[in-house]
């Protein structure tokens, strides 16, 4: 209803109140066009804010797409652009519903707007970690990160078998377990690196934590561990839950891993295999810019 | 709620539907750095957002900006900008909720989402419109445009003078008032200019119409006539009525001018003052690319 009218017109479910977020996917920054295939780039645009409401325990309902393109660049490219974007939309029954295109006068620039919702006062936030909670992520972590150094490093990928970086799935079946049975107490999914987003958490809940290095889902390698506390775009949900709740080892065919637990103060420590800690610094991922 | 976390949380009123617009707001397209005042881009970013939400007879709850601006811009006049966005959501309680920056290699480019509600099925579309209905429209028509044509000459205009041009009103409180007593069957807001919105209420109501010339509260000036037909960014509201209605003369202040009737077939025609009707054709406005 009211595609085509002055705004689009979306019926939330009885009861939900709205999440709605928005990023920016810019060229040379999220993607290369050399890279990334067009398909991907659309795929991980909306990727991008439906893991955001999978974060909040959300269902994702519409997104708005806009669109600014260089005059040069070919009609397949867009083409590709949105098959990529409509196939991930269509998976989750999310409608295109609106947007807007302008001209761009250097590189491709997408903005990407969910509207999704979720039960009133139902929203997992990333403030409601409490000291002696669990810290559980789901997946595995470092793969994303690890296929994008590859790609640095002027190496052609297969995108079937690095689909983690170049398709990556964003957890809304998890996150809405989750929310459902109440058993996060705080969640946010991991765009900024591990070590960044649980740093989030932290201040937003006035918490410490630990991270048990040896129980990270590190994808492997030999700097797997780095990879896994710090490469971004993961997509993957970090949360934590209060100790007597029983969390799956498995949801919705996604394995969950039990990987620290919420402490006093206000520092993230690293907790070796040995015995001994570290401070753990939040990494700063930056992209590729 | 929620500001700092995935998704900015938003309860709609209950009962109510969701209504979602998103506008880029250019820079060389839209505004122009020379010709316009930080605040005054800032304004009209946000009330082209405004205006659709108003055009549904919908309430805005909150708003989300994403800014790519060039790394040389002065801080100064990002605070101008915001400034001038904050102070037209202040006027109509819209809580600026999110969104994102990032940096842009050329110019200024906004992409601005407002995120309104309207009581559930009572939005005013463009579709409504039937044969033998009346035309309304809000305010007086072609100063925008004037104001622009004068700054392409190389003019410097006073903003507080030519306040239609620099700081637009969204007609909130007229389409809220419409809607509320059902007064309206379609309504559309100006933005790409009378003839070419009107267009759009006659396409998707599958009407035609007749403007009359005499009546159309145009601004004045010698070409006044074809700038209220086809001047953009006006942001004034154009809607149609069943004849039996009683239209205000004026609502909330604003002007309410009666200016042709929709009529079948589905061609746009022109009444003039000696009696001879001509066909209207969609200006086609193109702001100033």
Redesign the interface.
């Known amino acids: 209803l ?1 595609i ?9 479910p009885r009861g939900h ?8 996917s ?1 060229e040379d ?1 999220h993607f290369r066009r050399s890279w990334h295939p067009a398909d991907s780039i659309g795929h991980r645009c909306l990727a991008r804010g439906l893991s ?2 999978a ?2 325990g ?1 269902i994702p309902q ?1 997104a ?1 797409l ?1 669109l ?1 393109l260089p005059p040069e660049l070919p009609q397949r490219w867009i083409t590709q652009f949105l098959r990529g974007l409509l196939r991930l939309a269509d998976r989750y029954e999310v409608l295109l ?11 491709i ?1 997408a ?1 990407i ?1 969910v ?2 919702s ?1 039960p ?1 006062r139902k ?1 997992v ?3 409601g970690a409490r000291h002696g909670d669990l810290i559980y992520v789901s997946g595995t972590l470092g793969s994303s990160v690890a296929a994008l150094n590859q790609l640095r490093k002027g190496q052609k990928l297969s995108t079937r078998s690095h689909a983690k970086h170049f398709y990556p799935e964003p957890r809304i079946e998890v996150g809405r377990y989750l929310r459902q049975r109440n058993l996060a107490s705080a ?3 991991i765009s900024d690196g591990l070590s960044t987003d649980l740093g989030h958490i932290c201040e ?1 809940s006035k918490t410490g934590a630990i991270v048990y290095a040896h129980s990270l889902p590190a994808a492997g390698g030999a700097d797997g561990l780095a990879l896994a506390l710090h490469g971004g775009e993961e997509y993957e949900l970090l949360f934590t839950a209060r100790p007597e709740r029983r969390v799956p080892k498995e949801i919705a065919g996604v394995p969950i891993s039990l990987i620290g637990e919420i402490a006093g103060g206000r520092q993230m420590k690293l907790a070796k295999a040995d015995g001994k800690t570290a401070v753990l610094k939040p990494g700063g991922w930056q992209h590729f ?1």
Do not use: N
């Not at 519903?97 to 590189?107: I, K, L, N, W």
């Open positions: 009211g085509g009218d002055d705004c689009a017109v979306i019926r939330l109140e709205a999440l709605v977020t928005t990023d920016f810019l920054v955001d409401i974060a909040m959300g519409a708005f806009s600014a519903a609106g947007g807007d295109t302008a001209q761009s006068q250097t590189g620039l903005d707007v509207l999704g979720v009133t929203a936030l990333r403030s969640m946010i999914d937003e810019s």
